[in-house]
């Protein structure tokens, strides 16, 4: 007889070598490997004896102890403190059934935990997540990949009352059987799949355009209904979809806009689906409706967010923000949203013309553009860009290119030809976001630049936490020793701008410095 345990049997002998050799023998004719271990924090099993128990810390589980003369309650003493059984000497051909006992119970004690733990987290009828650990997972997502786009798509069975009345439950979890079945058939692994009521279901989808939701939400249907129509069962699903960064920038903004648009075209009857933005489109309460048409309509301008040396707190330098007629709005998500709406070319031409203008007029100071890397490798981008740069004439290091971190390093990678074709023109870089990514080090190294900003929020809490403090020290030190500006973004108290100047900061930027300004107000800086 031999047990099927595929890894080796690790135990810690505490007995005498002739015991231990005896034991060892008898173990390999019933397990295929026996491993002798010198840790016992390191074994699965503790074989010792009575007279060797005080060489042996007995905490923690897996202690067999083998005896000739044990009572009762030394046996009830020693179970305490971490004795799993007990053998005597003279029959250890019990030990094979005991360790393998055990090696099964703890197999299952170890299932049942996480057995009870995807419980919590899962429908038990479609393996889908639970609405709470959807929404988390979906908000963990959003914070690790802030700019890359996907859909989110609200999935309900029409009329679902009255087809539990006139189907029966049964027909009804048919229904949501085939729903369960055919969204697993279309997603992937990257895709994040939950069940949000009884009859609403919720996918994040990554997408590249709008294009793929559209296929998507498709296919869906087409599925759902022939599965319905072979089995004679008449019921409708209707999808609302919202789209990011276009129709929110968190999680329940985008899961309120999708549920809305299912519930909107519920009533038709059929299985349909719908964009929130068509929604919008058709309600005239689109904000952006199309970013070319809003660059038409000259309803996005330029403002600039003064940038101060920390030692003399004067103005050096200015970062160009993009701003609607509402609010300003991360330069990052116009861009994510223009790439998505095939609109980047129009949308980088209109920065690039504005920026370049003020900067001619204010020629004292520097200014700075966001860019993506990938948008460099555009050729239409990378020419306009040196184009009107030999236009407008402006002097060596006039304006600056910050490049974010958070860009894929192959993104850096393959635009660092570009960056320093740009360079050797007369512009600056910026690295953006500097320690938020992956390959700090490296990205100094490969990406030609003369100023690093590092965002406030690394410095918090610095006080408290010595690898931090010794982090951004490190990251200031590399800098410095590399000669380039260090910035420091974000800084909106006087606690921020002391410690700054504390960490030997050479420029900041913030609320609390100034805020963006419009370009009539710089002209006379």
Same mark, same amino acid.
């Given at each position: ?27 390999? %004719? ?26 042996? #810390? ?45 090696? @099964? ?78 969204? @697993? ?29 559209? #296929? ?106 993009? @701003?609607? %007629? ?34 001619? @007029? ?157 370009? #009539? ?5």
């Amino acid at each position: 007889m031999s047990y099927n345990i595929k890894n080796p049997l690790k135990i810690f002998f505490s007995l005498s070598q002739e015991e231990k050799d005896k034991i060892k023998s008898f173990l390999k %004719k019933f397990f295929q490997e026996v491993l002798e271990v010198e840790n016992p924090e390191k074994s699965d099993f503790i074989l010792t004896s009575t007279e060797n128990l005080t060489d042996v #810390e007995l905490k923690g589980k897996g202690k067999i102890v083998l005896y000739k003369n044990l009572s009762p309650e030394e046996m009830i003493e020693l179970g305490k403190k971490g004795v799993i059984d007990f053998i005597k000497m003279d029959e250890i051909q019990k030990l094979p059934f005991i360790i393998e006992r055990e090696i @099964r119970k703890t197999a299952q004690d170890k299932f049942n935990k996480f057995y009870i733990n995807w419980l919590k987290k899962h429908d038990i009828e479609t393996d889908f997540l639970k609405e709470s650990e959807f929404i988390a997972l979906a908000n963990s997502r959003l914070k690790e990949n802030p700019l890359s786009p996907f859909a989110l798509f609200i999935i309900q069975i029409n009329f679902f009352d009255l087809l539990v009345v006139h189907l029966g439950r049964n027909v009804v979890y048919e229904i949501i059987d085939i729903i369960a079945e055919k969204t @697993r058939e279309i997603t992937s692994e990257e895709d994040i799949l939950g069940r949000i009521t009884e009859r609403k279901f919720a996918v994040l989808k990554p997408i590249q355009s709008v294009k793929d939701a559209d #296929e998507f939400a498709k296919e869906l249907i087409n599925r759902f209904s022939k599965s319905t129509q072979q089995r004679q069962i008449k019921a409708s699903i209707s999808i609302g979809i919202s789209i990011f960064p276009q129709d929110g920038l968190s999680i329940s903004e985008l899961f309120q806009k999708a549920e809305n648009s299912a519930g909107k075209i519920e009533r038709k009857g059929s299985s349909e689906y719908i964009f929130y933005s068509d929604i919008q489109q058709k309600e005239g309460q689109n904000f952006f409706k199309d970013i070319f048409v809003a660059l038409k309509e000259k309803r996005f301008s330029i403002v600039y967010q003064p940038i101060f040396d920390i030692k003399t707190k004067k103005i050096t330098m200015f970062e160009a923000l993009l @701003r609607s %007629k509402d609010r300003i709005i991360n330069p990052e998500i116009i861009i994510k949203t223009a790439e998505i709406t095939g609109t980047i070319y129009e949308l980088t031409k209109f920065i690039f013309e504005n920026v370049f203008e003020t900067a001619k @007029r204010l020629e004292k100071f520097p200014f700075s553009i966001n860019i993506s890397p990938k948008h460099l490798l555009i050729p239409e981008i990378c020419e306009e860009l040196k184009n009107i740069f030999k236009k407008f004439d402006l002097g060596k290091e006039k304006i600056y290119l910050e490049i974010s971190e958070k860009s894929s390093f192959e993104e850096l990678t393959e635009g660092k030809r570009v960056i320093q074709e740009l360079k050797n023109l007369g512009i600056g870089i910026s690295i953006d976001d500097f320690g938020a990514g992956q390959s700090s080090i490296a990205l100094l190294k490969e990406v030609p630049s003369e100023i690093v900003k590092i965002d406030i929020s690394m410095l918090k809490g610095l006080e408290e936490d010595d690898f931090s403090k010794y982090l951004v020290e490190s990251l200031i030190f590399l800098c410095k020793n590399t000669q380039k500006k260090i910035v420091a973004e974000g800084v909106e108290t006087e606690r921020e701008l002391k410690i700054i100047e504390i960490l030997d900061f050479d420029m900041g930027q913030g609320f609390f410095l100034s805020p963006p300004l419009h370009p #009539e107000e710089i002209y006379g800086v």
